[in-house]
């Protein structure tokens, strides 16, 4: 296996073994099946809807381009993140789990400044997790809350952040201004939006890769303050956006076409609900179990709700076969106990 080979597999392991994972990824070239394979495809097997693979990472292991003046992309092709060049030093933002040394490497590719700031974008191990590598005698910043969940986690992998706010943040260095905003929970406690005015540049993690639907039942605490903060991200002014995952950044449309998914699938979901009829599954069910009889109702209503979204998401967003079941699941717990703030459509 070539070193890169080996660098992805690795990558890919991490990303599907950590708790706060976003889109899958197609599999990498090298890893997609011949075409040999693919005509054994066993009977039952449900086709892939939109797939975008991800290129071939280059020899060195990661990707590297600058998105606008001093502003510079990293991607090992799974997970990005962005770091900001000036004279007066760089500003390293998410310390990618072990990728710490190919950002290392990939700073010293543009610059002899050193590192003397890291941006959290949320507390998730996945993406910060080699935030050791350059805590040393830096500012680190980050939302309270992460702050707080630090503090608790008490990992040596992953240092307390020094500097933390609340509402809004702002970081200037060499004459560029980064705005550091707390839009509420939705993935996680302590989720910032990075916008970067001047280069209308903007990084929110974990809750819009492009062409792809949310990860696994949403990965939310609170699934209105994710849809509310892509709202407040989409209200800031840039064209280009980084969603932590996969090997290039987003365009703003893109952004907007996921968070019309996440609007879709509740709709889909208030449909299904309506359709499916909890009598007749109880009646027709085998199960002498009741709760094993509304598993299989809330089963038949997710089942609804997937058909209803197949037509027009499955051919415009990956990893809609894994996870459009799930997401419907989430909006049936959400129908059940909540009556809609009305800031979803
Ligand atoms: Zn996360």
Not at 50 to 77: Q, T
Not at 103 to 130: C, F
Not at 247 to 273: D, H, I, T
Request: one cysteine or more; hydrophobic letters at 40%; charged letters at 25%.
């Amino acid at each position: 296996m070539s070193g890169w080979r080996f660098l992805i597999l690795g990558f890919l392991t991490v990303w599907w073994a950590a708790g706060c994972m976003t889109e899958p990824a197609v599999p990498p070239p090298g890893f997609a099946p011949s075409p040999k394979k693919a005509a054994e495809t066993p009977p039952g097997w449900v086709p892939d809807g939109y797939v975008e693979a991800i290129p071939r990472m280059p020899e060195k292991g990661y990707l590297l381009k600058p998105l606008a003046p001093e502003v510079y992309f990293f991607s090992n092709g799974v997970y990005n993140t962005l770091f900001v060049v000036t004279e007066e030093g760089v500003i390293l933002i998410d310390p990618i789990q072990g990728a710490g040394h190919l950002l290392r490497r990939a700073v010293r590719e543009v610059t002899e400044q050193p590192v003397i700031m890291m941006i959290y974008s949320h507390p998730h191990r996945d993406h910060i997790g080699d935030a050791s590598m350059f805590a040393e005698g830096i500012k680190i910043v980050a939302h309270r809350e992460t702050q707080k969940l630090l503090q608790r986690y008490n990992d040596p992998a992953r240092p307390v952040p020094n500097i933390a706010f609340g509402e809004k943040y702002a970081v200037e260095l060499g004459g560029l201004r980064l705005d550091l905003i707390y839009p509420g929970d939705g993935h996680g406690k302590g989720n910032i939006i990075i916008h970067i005015p001047q280069r209308r540049l903007l990084m929110f993690v974990d809750v819009a890769t492009p062409k792809s639907v949310p990860f696994k039942n949403f990965t939310t605490v609170d699934i209105f303050s994710q849809i509310a903060g892509l709202k407040r991200a989409l209200q800031l002014d840039f064209d280009t956006y980084v969603a932590g995952h996969l090997y290039r950044p987003g365009k703003r449309a893109e952004m907007e076409e996921v968070l019309q998914y996440y609007f879709a699938s509740k709709r889909a979901n208030a449909e299904a609900l309506k359709r499916v009829s909890i009598g007749k599954i109880m009646r027709e069910s085998r199960s002498k179990d009741i709760e094993r009889k509304m598993g299989e109702y809330y089963e038949a209503v997710a089942e609804e709700c997937y058909r209803i979204l197949k037509p027009k998401w499955k051919p415009r967003l990956m990893g809609f076969e894994a996870f459009a079941r799930g997401h419907c699941d989430v909006w049936t717990a959400f129908h059940r106990t909540h009556q809609s703030p009305g800031n979803a459509r």
